[in-house]
């Protein structure tokens, strides 16, 4: 292997949270790190933008709520990084027999919740299984959140140690969307629950990779609580910038690896630009199938993306049909024709080649937790962002046409949630000085272009459970889940095993993978 002018202890693939959690823990340990990134800014998809000129307002373009951040990272690197707890767990809007009304689900149970479900199905049991079925997910969750940033242990050790034998049943072993039917009795209230199980997962709800998609909604950091991130997503990649480079790590921009070599002393990386480093263990940050082809290796097939990303200002927020307080409403999750039927109606119309409709949604309305992404002048004038998922939507939808598919789905999705509104979301989108509104669309292929998000799949490839029990591919040999076939190379990016999500839990588990052999 040809030597650079320098040779590292380690470069870090990918300046998004997980390259720079990564690269700060290496850091921090006393070893010479380069960090590489491809784009002219770190974030990845953990980035802040002033997606529209004339105002001033920075929106969490790709992610947008924090979960997963374990708080031994947090303490580890000393990150400055505050998340804010939203009142309103969801709110889910609703027809029936002539009524609007809506299914509200505030953080801690209160009278209030209990309420609303008894509105909606004439009796508190539906309520009562709610409590019960999150109650045992609750102890799991504090059970199970600390082995995330350990060695993996076999299913048999970890579900002994957790000691919950009927939950992991209903987790691990038993498709989730039989589990939500048994324990529920209302289409809608089965929505609101499996919803957490299909977020950039096109699956049915008898698929296990719904399971695994729900586990990792619902463990975050021992709770499970979705916190709205203070300033933005951009407020997390400026701080770990900042640790990263207080450890002494070396960031490079601008730099998309070309090639990549590996031998006994080490790996060697080339950049598009025609610059070379060495280094004696590679942490790659990026999607796993971009590495199988700088490697010349097989590239892993794994579900594609399905997510329509929305991202609107508003001058101000909607009324709704069921005459609740907007800022009740769109506090916390709002969920938009997610109940069991339609969410298997439409799975079976995506895999027909159709785009759903009516469309499931999600929004997440930022601003109403956390104001300060917005300038002084739009708080005052009450303007508001919200942030919108479309589910069931996979990138083979958008293959043959992509910018018309998108523009449909667009429709479907205005559509959908103008159902439950009584001022239609473009009456209160902000103009632009164009004509335009303020909303910005993007489908799987713009996240796979704009982010290298492989078929814009959120989780870079298909989930797997935080332990190991002889997987077929090998992976069981594996000790932190970041281990490859080279024993140079290290996966600290989604794609690694308990890698999904705003975590940092790769990034950390590909360092301590390194730090404990060495």
């Keep these: 292997m040809k030597q650079g002018h320098k040779v590292y202890d380690a470069i870090v693939v990918g300046g998004g949270h997980n390259g720079l959690v990564a690269a700060s823990y290496l850091g921090k340990a006393g070893k010479a790190v380069l960090l590489l990134e491809a784009r002219d800014e770190l974030g990845g998809a953990t980035t802040s933008v002033k997606p529209f000129p004339e105002y001033e307002a920075r929106l969490s373009r790709y992610s947008y709520l924090v979960s997963l951040l374990p708080d031994q990272i947090v303490s580890d690197l000393g990150i400055h990084f505050k998340t804010l707890d939203r009142s309103v767990a969801s709110y889910t809007p609703y027809q029936r027999e002539g009524r609007e009304d809506g299914l509200l689900v505030s953080a801690s149970w209160d009278e209030q919740t209990e309420n609303s479900f008894r509105r909606l199905t004439d009796s508190d049991q539906e309520g009562l299984a709610w409590r019960e079925f999150y109650g045992e997910i609750a102890v799991l969750a504090q059970r199970l959140a600390p082995s995330l940033l350990q060695p993996l242990q076999s299913a048999a050790e970890l579900k002994a140690k957790i000691g919950l034998p009927d939950v992991w049943r209903n987790l691990m072993e038993v498709p989730i969307g039989e589990v939500i039917r048994d324990r529920f009795s209302d289409d809608l209230v089965q929505g609101v629950v499996l919803t957490d199980a299909l977020i950039g997962t096109f699956v049915s709800a008898d698929d296990m990779q719904a399971n695994r998609c729900f586990l990792y909604h619902l463990i975050g950091n021992g709770t499970g609580q979705w916190r709205v991130p203070q300033g933005g997503m951009g407020a997390l990649v400026k701080e770990l910038s900042r640790i990263a480079k207080m450890n002494g790590v070396e960031i490079k921009l601008q730099s998309k690896v070309a090639a990549m070599e590996s031998g006994p002393a080490g790996v060697r990386i080339e950049t598009e630009s025609g610059d070379a480093y060495v280094a004696r263990d590679l942490l790659f940050a990026a999607a796993p199938q971009h590495l199988a082809r700088l490697r010349s290796r097989t590239v892993p097939k794994s579900l594609e993306g399905s997510q329509l990303k929305i991202n609107m200002l508003l001058s101000r927020l909607p009324r709704l049909k069921s005459g609740v307080d907007p800022r009740l409403a769109f506090a916390g999750t709002f969920h938009v024709n997610e109940s069991f039927s339609q969410f298997e109606a439409a799975y079976s119309r995506a895999c027909s080649g159709e785009i759903p409709q009516p469309l499931p949604l999600e929004m997440y309305c930022h601003t109403l937790t956390d104001p300060t992404i917005l300038s002084a002048e739009l708080i005052e004038k009450g303007f508001q962002t919200?942030?919108?998922?479309?589910?069931?939507?996979?990138?083979?939808?958008?293959?043959?046409?992509?910018?018309?598919?998108?523009?449909?789905?667009?429709?479907?999705?205005?559509?959908?949630?103008?159902?439950?509104?009584?001022?239609?979301?473009?009456?209160?989108?902000?103009?632009?000085?164009?004509?335009?509104?303020?909303?910005?669309?993007?489908?799987?292929?713009?996240?796979?272009?704009?982010?290298?998000?492989?078929?814009?799949?959120?989780?870079?490839?298909?989930?797997?459970?935080?332990?190991?029990?002889?997987?077929?591919?090998?992976?069981?040999?594996?000790?932190?889940?970041?281990?490859?076939?080279?024993?140079?190379?290290?996966?600290?990016?989604?794609?690694?095993?308990?890698?999904?999500?705003?975590?940092?839990?790769?990034?950390?588990?590909?360092?301590?993978?390194?730090?404990?052999?060495?």
């Excluded at 069931?392 to 046409?401: I, V, Y």
């Excluded at 040999?477 to 790769?506: C, F, K, M, N």
């Design 386 to 518: 919200l942030t919108l998922f479309g589910l069931h939507t996979p990138a083979r939808l958008f293959d043959a046409d992509p910018e018309r598919a998108k523009t449909k789905a667009k429709e479907h999705a205005l559509a959908s949630l103008n159902q439950y509104l009584f001022d239609p979301i473009e009456s209160v989108i902000a103009p632009c000085l164009d004509g335009s509104l303020a909303m910005e669309v993007k489908s799987p292929l713009d996240l796979e272009v704009d982010i290298a998000l492989p078929r814009g799949n959120i989780f870079h490839r298909d989930l797997e459970f935080p332990f190991i029990d002889g997987d077929a591919d090998g992976t069981d040999q594996q000790l932190w889940g970041a281990e490859t076939d080279d024993p140079h190379i290290y996966l600290a990016g989604a794609g690694a095993r308990r890698g999904g999500g705003v975590s940092g839990i790769a990034g950390h588990n590909a360092a301590m993978a390194l730090l404990k052999k060495a």
